[in-house]
């Protein structure tokens, strides 16, 4: 190679960087795609057993890898339909970042939780 395709492909990469920085710093770098995890949590927990399962959930998007951006807690709510002998439950709605494989892995274990009535990953269009 000559000097000038070396000094080219420098400044190319020199760049790149400075470009990756700049979007780093000024937080406009997502991870993947955008998701929102709702979550129906029996209206039969205490205060503790919710924010265990919601711990629980959180840990599970940080472990995965996730950056979650907010987690919005409704409240009490009557639900559509009867679930499981419920008419009420606590919702909440997980805003977070993510690959595109993370929404399976973490819907397979959501799937199993024992305090979850109801549970729906999206994906949300930019």
């Known amino acids: ?3 000038t395709t070396i000094e ?3 400044e190319t990469i020199v760049e790149t960087q400075a470009e990756a920085e700049t979007v780093v710093s000024e ?3 997502q991870i993947g795609n955008r998701y929102e995890l709702a979550l129906i949590l ?8 919710k924010a265990a399962q919601i711990e629980q959930v959180t840990q599970l998007l940080n472990r ?3 950056n979650i951006e907010k987690v919005d807690e409704w409240g009490r709510r ?21 690959e595109s494989n993370v929404p399976a892995e973490i819907e397979s274990r959501v799937r199993i939780m024992e305090g979850l009535l109801r549970y729906l990953i999206i994906r949300i269009e930019e």
């Open 1 to 3: 190679m000559n000097e």
């Open 8 to 10: 080219t492909r420098i």
């Open 27 to 29: 937080g406009v770098a």
């Open 42 to 49: 029996r209206p039969t927990l205490d205060e503790e057993a």
């Open 64 to 66: 995965f890898g996730a």
């Open 78 to 98: 009557r639900l559509a339909y009867e679930i499981a002998k419920q008419n009420e439950g606590f919702y909440y709605f997980i805003t977070f970042n993510c």
